[in-house]
């Protein structure tokens, strides 16, 4: 993956509390300017600094980039960020001089995810629900949210206006965990005792999964040890423990709850995309019909969340993509070019 034809690319990173994705960006391809090919993936506890991994892609591809666009599971402060889930603290200005970039863009992780979307094809997304998909036809104004639970729970939402795409970046993620059952709020009570204030991320992320089988086992009266979320999972899927499968049953109705809060938050009434690494592995539970019923399950609001469309993303690697979105923009936060062109939903 070396030479010429990587000397004028976009050096692209997508940077979560446990990997690191590297890729190189076309920008001459404004429809698919992600070079599938360059796409590398690193465990971000393998290195000390995130320069360190930056220069590991570098030596691997051999390619030698003159701009870089960053997308950081953080907030972006005054060109620093601070990896949430993660020990990593970047400076723009020093990952710019370390690596010989002349150029350096930070991003927060879900406004590349919500930038993504405009370059998603069909088969990159999958409709859960009986709302039809939304169209992306950049001549009317639309609003979309973006939300996706992984190492952490990431928020975002898009925003299409005169052709063109701009992407809030946010901390959605730690808004506060409203219950609406009576199990629920015994789940709050037990992980209140844990961490004081209960966040959304608590129960709506990878640990959170492993949060919510521990404290619906100590309600039920049978956790005999916390589990990660890969054996929650599959204990769930194959049907051999009930307080696995209540618990994922939980996180997908309490996932449907808050993603459609942040529609009536944002007024993203055009719809919703479910991102994320645990997305894809809860497909089947998502559409098992607990999801949509909390995320309509919203008073008054009832027949106008009917109506909002829900997409789980399956790009797997939608948030290198987002950066690539990031790079192909005139200022920060919006895409340049016709939305019509790439409108494939």
């Not at 340049?336 to 409108?343: D, E, H, P, Q």
């Amino acid at each position: 993956m070396s030479g010429p034809a990587f000397s004028d690319s976009v050096l692209l990173a997508d940077v979560g509390g446990t990997n690191v994705r590297f890729a190189l960006a076309d920008l001459s391809l404004a429809q698919q300017p992600l070079l599938g090919d360059s796409i590398r993936r690193y465990r971000v506890a393998d290195f000390a600094t995130f320069t360190d991994a930056a220069l590991a892609y570098l030596g691997d591809s051999g390619a030698r980039p003159h701009r870089g666009v960053f997308a950081f599971a953080g907030q972006v402060r005054d060109g620093e960020v601070q990896v949430t889930n993660h020990s990593w603290t970047v400076s723009r200005e020093r990952v710019r001089a370390e690596l010989a970039l002349a150029d350096a863009h930070f991003v927060n992780d879900f406004a590349a995810m919500s930038l993504c979307v405009p370059l998603l094809g069909r088969a990159d997304v999958h409709v859960i629900g009986a709302a039809p998909p939304p169209s992306l036809d950049g001549a009317q104004a639309r609003t979309f949210a973006v939300i996706g639970p992984g190492t952490g729970l990431g928020v975002g939402a898009l925003l299409l206006r005169d052709g063109r795409a701009a992407a809030l970046e946010t901390e959605g993620g730690h808004t506060s965990f409203a219950p609406r059952t009576e199990e629920e709020i015994d789940i709050l009570r037990r992980l209140g005792a844990r961490f004081g204030r209960v966040s959304n991320e608590r129960v709506l992320c990878g640990s959170g999964l492993s949060n919510l089988h521990e404290a619906l086992g100590d309600l039920h009266g049978n956790f005999e040890g916390r589990l990660i979320p890969e054996e929650i999972t599959r204990r769930a899927n194959a049907g051999i423990d009930t307080t696995c499968t209540r618990a994922v049953e939980v996180f997908c109705e309490l996932l449907g709850a808050v993603a459609g809060d942040f529609v009536l938050a944002f007024g993203a009434w055009n719809g919703v995309y479910l991102a994320g690494g645990l997305t894809p592995l809860l497909l089947p539970w998502l559409e098992r019909g607990g999801f949509r019923r909390r995320f309509e399950d919203k008073g008054r609001f009832v027949e106008t969340l009917a109506r909002v469309p829900t997409l789980a993303i399956l790009h797997p690697d939608a948030g290198l993509l987002g950066a690539a979105a990031a790079a192909l923009s005139d200022v920060d936060g919006a895409v340049a070019g016709s939305l019509a062109a790439v409108a494939k939903h």
